[in-house]
């Protein structure tokens, strides 16, 4: 997890003075113990390194407050991040970055580095294949070979509803996803490829029912559906997709999303997830992570 930079420096201590500092932790209560905790966060936002010390000294198992502080702390630190990110970029912020923090929810120890490894490796590969490419055509269809034939990703049919499903390293780690998370996977990669000296030319479709993307090149237009392996469709068969789920056709339906909207949109399929799954303190940081998305 990404720690703010611009806290306020804070005196390293020792080994022996840290340990210290935990005991009284699981000694104290009341206005003491707020203030020990209060020096135990400041002391892991200056110095990251502890958070990984904590988590590897076993003697620290049983001591609930220091879990709990770690929870908080942790917690604190993403809300933070999407809200450094809401402010300093706005509605075209980072969509990768959002989805490292978000994955930080459930697994912590991940960094951004191991997060975003998998696209680069997958963007290399892509990018070997896209040299010898040279028509629009040509790019859809090596692009879609690639993600859906060669590493095989797919929608989760048969369990859509799993919250892993939302999370991208774990997508990218199962090769299973939901309709925002595999265009969300689509999108990255083609930022990171290059045809005709530049990015590949993808945008996001946010249908009301659905999610899919559309390769748009000068006079061209091609819709795709990466939940079911890259099928390509028509403007027609979008509008059936609506109709299917009883929804009246907008023109605006089929106009681009940016990523602010992308992010939000996943986050909010999570809290709805882990809110029928009774999550109730995974489903209050998820409506936190929401509100500093969109803080005035």
Known sequence: M??????SPVKKISEKEFIALCR??????GPSLLI??????????SDPDWIHWVRSQKQFDPCAKIHKLMHEFHWNEIEHGFKRLWISEGRNLDLEEGLYYLST?????????EFGQPLKLMAAELQK????????????????????ETQG???????YYDPLN????????????IPISLCCLCLLLAQKVYWENK???LIGIGLPSHFIVLFQYKNKSIYMDPFHRGKILAREDCIEILRHNDIDFKESYLDPVDPHMILCRTINNLLHIYSDLGEAALSQQLLRCLQALNAP
Do not use: C, W
């Not at 990404?2 to 806290?7: G, Q, S």
């Not at 294949?129 to 859906?148: A, C, G, I, K």
């Not at 990703?153 to 369990?159: E, I, M, R, V, Y």
């Not at 939302?166 to 996803?177: D, E, M, Q, T, Y």
């Open 2 to 7: 990404t720690l703010d930079k611009n806290a």
């Open 24 to 29: 009284l932790i699981t000694e104290e209560d």
């Open 36 to 45: 020990l905790s209060n020096n135990f966060k400041a002391i892991i936002r």
């Open 105 to 113: 929810l459930i697994e912590p120890e991940i960094t951004r580095e």
């Open 129 to 148: 294949l896209l040299n010898d490419v040279h028509t629009f055509d040509q790019m859809v269809r090596t692009f879609r070979s690639y993600l859906f």
């Open 153 to 159: 990703f797919k929608g989760n049919s048969a369990n």
């Open 166 to 177: 939302s999370f991208l390293h774990k997508v990218l780690a199962r090769k299973i996803g």
């Open 199 to 201: 990015p590949i030319p």
